[in-house]
């Protein structure tokens, strides 16, 4: 059993400080994951005439020492999603043939920095041109933390929210009590300080929450409460994900939560009634919370307690209480928890998709959310290739003619005597603003019903006026009953289907006045018959491992396709590489290579199904066959120095056999879980 640690209520200085940003209105940018590249925060405050920044987290905070205290994962995981080098340089540095060693070699000589800016910070040669308020996230230097709270660092406008110290800011009418939470949240770690002294947690690369850090963090609180300021909590975990945090930011009366870790393509704005439908719901999400903790808590308690010295005790029992903390099951009750509507969370996406902009005025606080979101450009690329089969045509004004399906009946000239008349009594020449905005409307109208929709224009070649005047949707029922509407005085020319190569009618079409594709009721498209089906991938994989991976048959490939998992938003293990005919796919059946980065794949013909990789992949593509991303938990035995060694253990033993239920795991969690494993 480890020796007792000093509490660090006696060890941090006091910074619960107050700062007063004056003017009527002012702007604080919330941002996460900024991996390092600290000179962006600068950009983003002089674009957006921001007087602070909020970080939640994957600031960047590693020295040059710190290269040598992170494992070989750790180091790769950085180097693979650090923005301050090109994709040419990452892969160079990155290459298979390029040792651990090798790798840190490199990077100590590398003209300018890898990993992190925080060196030229610490140094003074970049300066921070605005205050900048921060918690850790799951990938920092643990000693370089310890540093900032023993006041060995101390830098000009960066200041470090931990469970010991908070800030107030007096901005556009409003104070705003600044409450904070770093580390990612590892449940079987909660009793695990790992090199981090007194509360805080880490090592080699990593920190994580502890039991201690929660329970002082309540104790910051509760010293600092002010019924007149407005509580933000920041944290790297998010409170919408996990049960605990959010039981958490009960307990400190949080009025509004900023948090990151995720890393969406999008910023996400809610509340709690928004997004459970009914309190129970919300509660149940609390419990997990509790349960999950309970189940810990039940299993190191004796080791713990006899470990603890009074102070620890204090915040243990605090810690303990936050799990308790559930509205109770009682309508007559429920009605007064306020924090169900009333408290606003933030979870952002990382800093090079987007950010979160709060404006204080007059005392009130809006937000505006800046994202780089997906781009669904490709999706009109694919559907307008010839190799699909469609042919678009276009109206006058650049509108697109919508085809229809060959399985539609003709459609009528008249309308049905139930429908009132739609659209101009005379005829008039298309414009930009075409009546296929009113089919739009009823299209939209029937899909909410269920119904299948299928559009009829004329072709373009064959007179534009003429299909303007006697633009019509067919809309077909699930019982194959067919409702035929003129929005439009008809014409006494039949509407024609434009016709694919082959001289059959598409069935693909793309309505470019509102951006929605056609429903397809032929069914699912079929596969490229020459796909080859490759698992057992190494992840990350790209494009071009793939194009190299099959040597002389790589001219023949024509598209490589990274599937994505849904839940977890993490590459798969899986590819489907797309060739142009029969002989190029054999050639590449024959001729691939073995191993991608030390992996040995697995190459067959991929068979026209949705979703070969639960059959062929040996288990969950995302986890390697390791079960839902519990493979860290199962250790081997304690690992570092912490205070609760020897439980830490007995959790994992007992987390190993399957007492806590499997939870689906966010990128971040998978890329942690990965980290933990070779931190032992």
Known sequence: MASRLPSSRTAAPNKNTIRVIDGPSARIICVADIRGQISHLNTLALEHNAQVIIHTGDFGFYENASLSRMNDRALKHLVTYSPLITSEERDRLLNKDNSVTKLRDEILQHQSPVLSEFPLLLSGKLKLSVPVYTVWGACEDVFVLERFRLGEYDIPNLHVIDEATSRLLDIGGVKIRLLGLGGALVPHKLFDNGEGQATIAGGQGTMWITALQIGELVDTAQRVFDTSETRLFVSHVSPGREGLIAQLALVLKADLTISGGLHFRYASSYNDFSVHGDMEGYRSKLMSGKELFGRIWDNVRTQVESAIDEDQRVLLEKAVLVTERIPPNNSAVVNEEQAWKNCWNWNLCDAAYGHLILEFSEGRVSAEMKSQGFNYAYRRAQSTSPAQGSNIATLEGG???????????????????????????????????????????????????????????????????????????????????????ALTPASANPVASPKDKSGNDSDVGIDRSSGRRTPNTAGRRPRNPWTLFVSKLPVPSTEHDLREFFGVAKDGITVVKLPVNHATRTQRSIAFVEFKDEPSMRAGLASHAEKIKDNIVRVSIAENREDPAVASDGGDAVNNGQGRGRGSFRSKGPRGNGLFANALGQVQGTLGRGSVPPRKLSNGDHQLAQLETSAG
């Open 399 to 485: 509108v697109a003619a919508i085809p229809s399906s060959p399985h539609s009946l003709k459609p009528s000239a008249s309308v049905d005597s139930a429908q009132p008349a739609i659209g101009p009594a005379s005829p008039r020449k298309v414009t930009n603003e075409p009546a296929m905005a009113v089919v739009d409307k009823l299209v939209e109208d029937h899909i909410n019903k269920g119904a299948e929709v299928q559009h009829s224009t004329a072709d373009a070649t064959t007179g534009v006026d003429s299909a303007a005047q006697s633009s019509i949707a067919n809309i077909s029922s699930p019982t194959n009953e067919t409702t035929s509407l």
